[in-house]
């Protein structure tokens, strides 16, 4: 079963990287590694992952992925036409893909953590903050310097006048 | 076919999918394409994290993903309003024509 589910999810993962690189609006890019995203998140739980793989959706998914679509409307306007855009296509794709996530998640949520010695823990909240706020505090802590540094960063990047 | 997939698997598909990024920053003239398969990259090297991570029992994997996916939302931060610059400066974001450095 994992192993249908592996080659069923690597594939559609491969598939939609191409269709990065191959198409040729920006736009069926971003939808398109929209897509791998999902399917990415799902061999993250496949991997015993799941918080990483809920925070790939939302965080790549859902707001690295929005930022992208933001700018690549904001400057495809002004060069070049988007012909006729098939929201439907992208709004059943889009529910196709967060169902699949849903019922994959439900699934591996209910299997336990077994193999390998892996406590139930493993990928869960409580797994990666025991190490993160124990053994890596200080990588933490620079993370949301980080952030506050590119969120100025942006800010004062994008803005037309100082 | 192995009831478990063995790790080689994993790091072969992350691989591919770091392969299929580099042609993409290579070979697309879209700046925002070149952003986009820079992501691809990363999501490869955060599989590569994950697969290790279950495969040596080990969770400092997802640890370290969880600081590349936050690196990668300030990364992406910046690179757009850097693209939105230029656009603005430029009237185009074709990556061939970004060569006042050159001459």
Known sequence: MEAILFWIFAAALVASALGVIFFRSPVNSAMSLIGGFFFLAALYVLLRAHLLAGLQVLIYAGAIMVLFTFVIMLLSLSEEEIGGP????????????????????????????????????????????????????????????????????????????? | MPT??????????ALILFSIGAVGVLARRNALIVLLSVEIMLNAVNLTFIAFARFRADTVGQVVTFFVIAVAAAEAAVGLALVLGLFRHRKSVDVDQMSALRH
């Open chain 1, 86 to 162: 098939r929201y439907t296509l992208f709004k059943a794709a889009g529910l196709l893909g967060a169902g699949a996530l849903a019922v994959i998640v439900a699934w591996a949520v209910g299997a336990e953590g077994a193999g390998l010695g892996m406590g139930r823990q493993v990928g869960t909240f409580r797994g990666v903050a025991s190490l993160l706020y124990t053994d890596h505090l200080v990588a933490f802590e620079m993370t949301g310097v980080l952030l506050l540094v590119a969120i100025v960063g942006a800010v004062v990047l994008a803005k037309r006048t100082l």
């Open chain 2, 4 to 13: 478990t997939i063995p790790l080689s698997w994993y790091l072969i598909l």
